[in-house]
T-cell receptor
Framework: QKEVEQNSGPLSVPEGAIASLNCTYSDRVSQSFFWYRQYSGKSPELIMS????GDKEDGRFTAQLNKASQYVSLLIRDSQPSDSATYLC???????????FGDGTTLTVKP | NAGVTQTPKFRILKIGQSMTLQCTQD?????MYWYRQDPGMGLKLIYYSVGAGITDKGEVPNGYNVSRSTTEDFPLRLELAAPSQTSVYFC??????????????FGPGTRLTVL
C-alpha cells in the first residue's frame, strides 16, 4: 500500500461544478496535510494546508481532514478552466520533518 | 527575494557522467528537500535536511548524495548517471516542520535527461 494515495484520474468536470479530490494516508504519525496545485511544466504551488479535523475554507477551496479515517479531501466550488491542473496531496511527519506526496489527480474543467 | 533557485534548468548527461544540481534559498529556511518527479507521477523524496550539517535519506536516495554546509545551499550530486535518473528534479524549502511554518516552497525545477 502506498503511503499516500489519491483518487485516480483524470477527473473532468464542467465549468461551475464542484470538483472533489480525495487522498488517504497510511502513517498515523502524519500531522500536517497539504494540497498543492501543479500546472503542466511548472513547480507545485500551495493551495491549502490543514492540521486539525474538520473543514477549512479559503475562497472557492475547502479542505477536509478526518484523522480517524486517515482521509483528507479538497473541494473546489464553481470550478473554472484555470483550475485545470494536477493536484498533489502531501503529508508531513512533523517529528521527523519528512514529507510524502501522492501521485496526483489531474483535473480538467471544461468550459 | 528570489525564493528558491535551481541551476541548471536543463541538462543532458551521458551514462556514467556525474553532475551537481544546485539549490539555493534566500528565505532563511531551516528545512530543505530534494524531490524527483517522473512523467505522470507525484514527487518522490530523495533527501532532506533539517538544518546545516544535517541530512537524511528520503524514499529514493540510491544514486544520489547531498551536503548542507550552509543554511542557504543544498546541492544534489549524481554519481554515475543512469537512464533511470531521467526526471525533473525539484528543490524545496520550509522554515520548519511544525504547525503553520511547514509550507514548502518549490524551485522551478531541473529537467535532466540521461542518454
Amino acid at each position: 500500500q502506498k503511503e499516500v494515495e489519491q483518487n485516480s484520474g483524470p477527473l473532468s468536470v464542467p465549468e461551475g461544478a464542484i470538483a472533489s479530490l480525495n487522498c488517504t494516508y497510511s502513517d498515523r504519525v502524519s500531522q500536517s496535510f497539504f494540497w498543492y496545485r501543479q500546472y503542466s511544466g511548472k513547480s507545485p504551488e500551495l493551495i491549502m494546508s490543514i492540521y486539525s479535523n474538520g473543514d477549512k475554507e479559503d475562497g472557492r477551496f475547502t479542505a477536509q481532514l478526518n484523522k480517524a479515517s486517515q482521509y483528507v479531501s479538497l473541494l473546489i466550488r464553481d470550478s473554472q478552466p484555470s483550475d485545470s491542473a494536477t493536484y498533489l496531496c502531501a503529508v508531513i511527519d512533523t517529528n521527523a520533518g519528512k514529507s510524502t506526496f501522492g501521485d496526483g489527480t489531474t483535473l480538467t474543467v471544461k468550459p | 527575494n528570489a525564493g528558491v533557485t535551481q541551476t541548471p534548468k536543463f541538462r543532458i548527461l551521458k551514462i556514467g557522467q556525474s553532475m551537481t544540481l544546485q539549490c539555493t534559498q534566500d528565505m532563511n529556511h531551516n528545512y530543505m528537500y530534494w524531490y524527483r518527479q517522473d512523467p505522470g507521477m507525484g514527487l518522490k523524496l530523495i533527501y532532506y535536511s533539517v538544518g546545516a550539517g544535517i541530512t537524511d535519506k528520503g524514499e529514493v536516495p540510491n544514486g544520489y548524495n547531498v551536503s548542507r554546509s550552509t543554511t542557504e545551499d543544498f546541492p544534489l550530486r549524481l554519481e554515475l548517471a543512469a537512464p533511470s535518473q531521467t526526471s525533473v528534479y525539484f528543490c524545496a524549502s520550509s522554515y520548519d516542520a511544525v504547525f503553520a511554518t511547514d509550507t514548502q516552497y518549490f524551485g522551478p525545477g531541473t529537467r535532466l535527461t540521461v542518454l
